[in-house]
């Protein structure tokens, strides 16, 4: 219906906006309509009109997420001949899209490189690294990028520390359950409240490894806080 609606905007010569052709774009993109959606780009640029940032960060979503992360970063580059300034919405899709294809070590250049275009990283480019981190059992390298937060203008966020917690899980070892009990009492001090859930998860992983004495003070610490 979008695509007839756009259609008969140009039969009738209706002057076609950037955030008309932004949306459209984005559109072919959900529908996984990749070549619909760079073609209607070129279109845009052909007859004109100037694509905007987000005009570039729904084509670079597109490729990343529907065709190739390599493909997304020619766009980006572009962008970048251009003269355009990449938000951090620009960088977190394109990180997004390279640590989901496991290039981490370019997903972190990019974070880096954001940081010199005086775009700071921010808790959801850092949440998302992390993230893939832990998926991949880098939990060293998790843990320094969550350091690098608390040290600095990005602090971590409930979702930080629930990743965090959630990987402890994995290898069932006895310290890794001590650290998830460390990060809980950490994020409550930073006044986050976890849910019931994530206090028994920890409750029975701590007992499970023989750790009744930190057990122990995790339960006070659910009860002072009323989960």
């Known amino acids: ?3 007839e609606f756009f259609l008969q905007m140009k039969r009738r010569k209706c002057e076609i906006d950037v955030v008309t052709y932004t949306t ?5 993109g959900v529908a996984g309509e990749v070549e619909r959606s760079r073609k209607l780009f070129d279109e845009m640029v052909g007859a004109g009109v100037l694509p905007s940032v987000a005009t570039y960060n ?3 979503q597109v490729l990343c997420k529907k065709d190739n992360v390599e493909n997304a970063i020619l766009v980006f580059d572009e962008m970048l001949r251009k003269g355009y300034l990449p938000n ?7 990180i997004r899209g390279l640590c989901h294809v496991g290039k981490m070590d370019r997903a972190v250049e990019y974070m880096d490189k954001m940081k010199e275009d005086e775009c700071e ?14 998926d991949d059992g880098e939990f ?6 969550f350091e690098k937060m608390g040290s600095g203008h990005c602090l971590p966020n409930l979702d930080t520390y629930n990743i965090l ?11 890794d359950l001590v650290v998830a009990g460390k990060l809980l009492i950490e994020m409550i001090d930073r006044g986050f409240l976890p849910r019931r859930f ?12 023989g750790n009744q004495e930190f057990a122990r003070e995790i339960l006070r610490l659910q009860s002072g806080s009323g989960r």
């Not at 459209?24 to 072919?28: D, K, P, S």
């Not at 060293?140 to 990028?145: H, N, S, T, V």
């Open 198 to 209: 994530t206090f028994n998860r920890i409750l029975n992983g701590l007992l499970l490894t």
């Open 88 to 94: 951090v919405t620009t960088y977190n899709v394109l």
């Open 140 to 145: 060293e390298k998790a843990f320094e990028l």
């Open 165 to 175: 917690i959630s990987a402890m899980f994995v290898r069932k070892k006895s310290d």
């Open 121 to 134: 990283p921010n808790v959801q480019t850092y949440n998302l690294v992390i993230r893939y981190y832990c």
């Open 24 to 28: 459209m774009v984005h559109g072919f």
């Open 58 to 60: 729904a084509l670079i």
């Open 1 to 3: 219906e979008a695509w």
